[in-house]
């Protein structure tokens, strides 16, 4: 009687869709991350709706669409995004495109916290900072200008280069320095986020004023240990 019952509820299941029938439940290799603080921590620099809608919506999306490639290309099933990055040329064009907006969102929600409450550089990378850049008000007006020249959607990036040094660098639409396909590489330390769905609700089409506004809300104390670590790994990797 159980087994034929058991039978019936698949017969119905699968005539409308609801239970997977596969032996193994497909592999859900990535997750959304939570947010680190409240939808409303940022504000007023970036109000609730945006970032509501900018995480629940837009890197859910990303994250869905990227384990749905897992079954085509095996090779995605327990890697860690970092290292999907490094190998983005083995893969295709909605990996890269889905891949890259989890990794990137995952970064930017943690260069942020709340206005006023992300500290400064650490020693350690004020003084690189003037060492490449000549200044702290030169890098940031050399970041910002990355973050509002790039045409069309995409990120501006501080990046830790392979030999140690500092670099800003830009990207279009979900590439990011660690993908094995982009020209400029390096271990990205700061992130801004620059595709009209960060910022039209607040801002609409004025980029520029959403970028001064927003280094408010940059966690200066996670970029410092981001710049700390990727230091380290250099030195340790002899390169
Ligand atoms: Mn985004």
Redesign the pocket.
């Known amino acids: 009687m159980k087994i034929l019952l058991t039978a019936a509820l698949l017969a119905a299941s699968a005539a409308t869709g609801n239970v997977a029938l596969s032996a193994e439940p497909a592999a859900a290799s990535f997750t959304l991350p939570e947010l680190p603080y409240a939808t409303d921590a940022l504000a007023p620099v970036i109000d609730s709706e945006t970032m509501t809608i900018?995480h629940g919506r837009?890197?859910k999306t990303y994250v869905d669409n990227l384990n749905a490639k897992v079954t085509e290309f095996p090779a995605l099933k327990g890697a860690s995004i970092e290292q999907v990055m490094a190998k983005m040329s083995s893969f295709d064009t909605a990996v890269r495109n889905n891949g890259g907006?989890h990794y990137?969102?995952s970064l930017?929600w943690t260069v942020m916290t709340a206005p006023g409450k992300g500290g400064k550089p650490s020693e350690q990378l004020r003084t690189r900072i003037e060492q490449d850049f000549g200044s702290d008000e030169a890098f940031r007006k050399a970041f910002a200008d990355a973050g509002t020249k790039q045409f069309g959607s995409g990120w501006a990036w501080l990046i830790v280069k392979p030999d140690g040094g500092l670099a800003i660098t830009a990207t279009a639409n979900q590439d990011n320095p660690l993908m094995d396909v982009v020209k400029e590489r390096g271990t990205p330390i700061l992130a801004i986020?620059v595709?009209e769905?960060?910022y039209y609700l607040q801002y609409q089409n004025k980029r520029a004023d959403y970028i001064k506004r927003w280094w408010e809300v940059v966690d200066w104390n996670a970029v410092s240990k981001r710049y700390a670590d990727a230091a380290a790994s250099k030195t340790a990797s002899g390169s």
């Open positions: 900018h837009h890197h907006g990137n969102h930017f986020d595709w769905h960060a």
